[in-house]
């Protein structure tokens, strides 16, 4: 489980290539090593078959390989096979349960969590996983000029965490003030001390270098289910089976079943299709509008399509605010509200429903999707599509047209901005085709430029040299997690990231009530705070949302184990197997 909120670029289509999954019943492999290993809710072990090579795709490279700086799920996703955290979220449940920790206490204050972590647990290479390796991963996180979001979260009204090793597999946390959401925050992927500590005593701008993706890399060590084993550029990361791995299913056999696993990168959306129906690939993340057809096609192609719920996941379009980054007059317009809800009108969400999403879609009026069962608030302030009352409040706020029809702004500066997103993502440039026409009627010139996903993340936690990005954040199902966008000074607050103090009273409203989010250790109270940070957000538009699609995962009946969980999550590949030896 990460805490914080990461962009997505929408890694999808997870599958199955060339292997042989072993026949007859698997061998009950024992864990002297590990007196009380992981027992993974979700794999009972009937059934289960060891062998095969299981595949997935994403649709970019990663950026780095060290997951503390990592911030996009290019980089999440692969490095999620390799590392673990105290704890990890059920998929299913969302329940938070034990991992690299067997077990947690809290004080009568509710301010110190002692963790007992399990014995026996190793690293890739074959060294101890202790507590001086959670110690010096939390070390990291707080050191100066380390570039990760974790410091964001885990530090409450300027207060960082603290921490203390008790013995060598006992650590304690200590918050402020009593922190209800503590558990979904702690579960940072803990990093090798004895690997990485000579990178942290150089300084941070030397750690952030460490790990990155010209590393070999074997040099790559976790205590995960997979061992990254090799990375060719553009084209594939393979991973093997981790045969120390410290989790286990219901019948006491070691987790993974699978011998290996594959992350092909592909170029864009519809290669990842292509991958599916030419027999490459076993799970594809079918995109909404082709629901309908996958479905039809089911038996024929020996394969299950899941009508999952909508995806927690947003995308919208964010205006850069940032005086150095854009830069006046840009940010100018993008910091009048006026403005902001002016374009909000001017994007035809039923259109992106209709066009991109072929109906399977919610609009999106605020940041929780409408597939929370908890959060989600159902009456907020919304925008319909209105061309007329977007020139009305432009209009109002001392913008018009010139003669040739191009809106210029109270100073006489033509209204003009570049548009950008990730050319992978084939959705997100269709809907920037939608934006651009529809804002185009309104006098703004709109040049629309989509760049590949590392350079655009590059600008949005780098350079901060953009005007308007067409993007999405993973979801998750405590909004909580997500202070490294909401909070005024946190690195994802990408319309204007890292500001000392909050340049407007509505950020600092927003700021605020993520500060008492984190500190409410009532669920009702918090969710009312939830509801009143949706109605600050469609008030003020930190950004414009589009839609909650339906998730929908095409998954071929060779694979055991298969359950779709929140979001529509399939079971994590530690716990899926091959049901019949296949051959490619």
């Known amino acids: ?30 864990l002297p090593d590990v007196p009380n290993p992981f027992v993974h809710p979700h794999a009972p072990g009937e059934g289960a ?33 390799v590392f673990d955290g105290l704890v990890e979220t059920d998929f299913v449940t969302g329940e938070v349960l034990p991992d690299l920790a067997e077990a947690w206490t809290l004080s009568p204050d509710r301010r110190t969590w002692t963790f007992r972590l399990r014995r026996g647990v190793r690293w890739h ?15 990291a996180i707080f050191t100066d000029g380390v570039q990760t979001s974790y410091r964001d979260t885990l530090t409450y009204g300027g207060r960082p965490l603290r921490w203390r090793v008790v013995d060598p597999y006992t650590v304690q946390f200590t918050t402020p003030e009593p922190v209800g959401i503590f558990l979904r925050q702690i579960g940072v992927p803990i990093l090798p001390r004895h690997k ?16 990155g993706v010209n590393t070999p890399p074997r040099e790559i060590v976790g205590t995960g289910p997979f061992v990254m084993q090799r990375y060719v550029p553009g084209q594939r990361m393979e991973f093997i089976r981790n045969p120390n791995y410290h989790g286990v299913d219901q019948r006491g056999n070691r987790l993974p079943y699978l011998t290996r696993r594959v992350i092909l990168v592909v170029p864009n959306l519809d290669a990842a299709r292509l991958k599916f129906e030419a027999g490459e690939t076993d799970v594809y993340g079918a995109r909404p509008r082709e629901y309908a057809e ?12 899941y009508d999952g719920p909508e995806t927690f996941t947003s995308e919208f379009v964010v205006l850069n605010m940032n005086p150095e980054g854009a830069g006046p007059p840009k940010s100018t317009w993008f910091q009048d509200v006026r403005f902001r809800r002016a374009l909000n009108h001017a994007v035809d969400r039923q259109a992106v429903a209709q066009q991109v999403y072929a109906g399977r879609a919610t609009p ?53 901005f570049v548009l950008s997103t990730n050319a992978e993502n084939n959705d997100r440039v269709a809907i920037g085709n939608i934006l651009r026409q529809d804002w185009q009627r309104l006098g703004i010139q709109v040049t629309y430029a989509p760049e590949a996903f590392n350079s655009l993340v590059g600008k949005l936690v780098g350079s901060f040299k ?43 409203q927003i700021h605020d009530l993520f500060e008492q989010v984190a500190l409410e250790t009532n669920q009702e109270r918090r ?27 095409a998954v071929r009946n060779t694979l055991g184990n298969v359950k779709i969980g929140l979001q529509g999550a399939v079971s994590p590949s530690e716990i899926l197997y091959y049901r019949t030896p296949v051959r490619r």
């Open 125 to 139: 290479d074959g060294q101890p996983f202790t507590a001086a390796d959670v110690d010096f991963t939390f070390r």
């Open 294 to 305: 996958f479905k039809a096609r089911e038996r024929q192609g020996n394969f299950t399509i």
């Open 527 to 553: 969710r009312q705070l939830y509801f009143r940070w949706q109605e600050v957000f469609a008030e003020n538009l930190p950004w414009l949302p589009f839609a909650w699609p339906k998730t929908q995962p």
């Open 466 to 508: 953009w005007d308007a990005i067409i993007i999405g954040l993973t979801g998750g199902i405590e909004p909580g997690t997500g202070r490294n966008v909401w909070l005024c000074n946190g690195s994802l607050h990408m319309w204007w990231p890292k500001q000392e103090r909050c340049a407007t009273p509505w950020e600092q």
């Open 1 to 30: 489980m990460r805490a914080g909120l990461i962009l997505v670029c929408l890694a999808v289509a997870v599958g199955v290539v060339a292997g042989v999954a072993a026949p007859g019943p698997q061998p009950r492999l024992t």
């Open 49 to 81: 078959r060891y062998g095969g090579v299981f595949v997935t795709s994403q649709i970019s490279d990663p950026r780095t390989f060290n997951y503390i700086v990592a911030q996009e799920t290019s980089s999440t996703a692969p490095l999620s096979l």
């Open 196 to 211: 990485l500590e000579e990178a942290l005593r150089r300084g941070g701008a030397e750690f952030n270098r460490t790990w």
């Open 364 to 416: 999106a009026w605020g940041p929780v999707s409408s597939g929370h069962p908890l959060y989600y608030h159902p009456r907020l302030r919304q925008y319909p599509y209105d061309l007329n009352r977007a020139q009305q409040l432009l209009a109002e706020a001392g913008y018009r047209k010139d003669a040739q029809g191009v809106l210029r702004d109270p100073q006489g500066n033509p209204v003009a």
